[in-house]
């Protein structure tokens, strides 16, 4: 049972390129979150999906897309990179809604950085 | 406002003595409360939560956190603190507004433990 797991853990993008993080989770959790976190800031929620073909948007959305084909994977797509992207993101997952009392589950993080 | 906040970015204890980080928070409704740690360049996992029933939680670890309706709190302490303890915590509480019961998560507070 690897839980939650997130590719790549480091990347370097120039101002404008695009990219996707990947997550993919085993424990057939029907909700899935991303985060990202800065420094000072604590986490915020950028966008959650409450099963496949279901998201929305979270705190922090703009400059991000997301989509849930299936319910184990959860990709979040940057399109164009902007250095206030510079962040570390963490994709999670529950069974239930987070605020219900379930245990999120998170991955180890993907430390991005736009130069 | 849904809100929570963690007064200090960081606590110095010694190995042997007891700890508290403090969390302090504002929700509409019943609070529904998180612990998480996060080690160096690892993801969140989870320590303890409150939900209902008796105000003192046992967590993973050694760790308890006692909920005290009155003073809006719910502070993580330990009897006797570990180096390995010395990671980042966060206090997440829930956010009862939508249908998906965010929650919403302190800045966090470093925790260093010194031998």
């Known amino acids: 049972n690897a839980g939650v797991t997130q590719t790549p853990k480091f990347r370097i993008l120039k101002i404008g390129q695009s990219m996707t993080l990947q997550c993919t989770q085993d424990?057939?959790?029907?909700?899935m979150y991303w985060y990202r976190q800065d420094p000072g800031m604590g986490l915020k929620l950028i966008y959650y999906?409450?099963?496949?073909?279901?998201?929305d948007k979270g705190e922090v959305p703009n400059g991000y897309n997301v989509s849930r084909s299936t319910t184990e994977d959860f990709p979040l797509r940057l399109e164009l990179a902007a250095p206030s992207q510079t962040s570390v993101y963490f994709c999670?997952?529950?069974?239930?809604?987070?605020?219900?009392?379930?245990?999120?589950?998170f991955g180890e993080g993907s430390w991005l950085t736009v130069v | 406002a849904q809100s929570v906040a963690q007064p200090e970015d960081q606590v110095n204890v010694a190995e042997g003595n007891p700890l508290t980080v403090k969390c302090t928070y504002s929700?509409?409704?019943?609070?529904?409360l998180f612990w998480y740690v996060q080690y160096p360049n690892r993801g969140l996992q989870f320590l303890l939560k409150?939900?209902?029933?008796?105000?003192l939680v046992k967590g993973s670890y050694g760790f308890e956190a006692e909920f005290n309706k009155s003073q809006t709190s719910f502070h993580l302490k330990k009897p006797s603190a570990l180096v390995s303890d010395s990671a980042l915590y966060f206090c997440?509480?829930?956010?009862?507004?939508?249908?998906?019961?965010?929650?919403?998560f302190g800045t966090g507070t470093l925790l260093a433990v010194q031998p």
């Open positions: 999670a997952s529950s069974y239930g809604g987070q605020g219900s009392g379930n245990t999120i589950y």
């Open positions: 424990m057939n959790h029907n909700y």
């Open positions: 999906s409450v099963g496949a073909g279901i998201t």
């Open positions: 929700v509409s409704g019943n609070p529904y």
């Open positions: 409150y939900i209902t029933g008796d105000n």
């Open positions: 997440a509480v829930r956010d009862g507004r939508g249908a998906t019961n965010k929650l919403i």
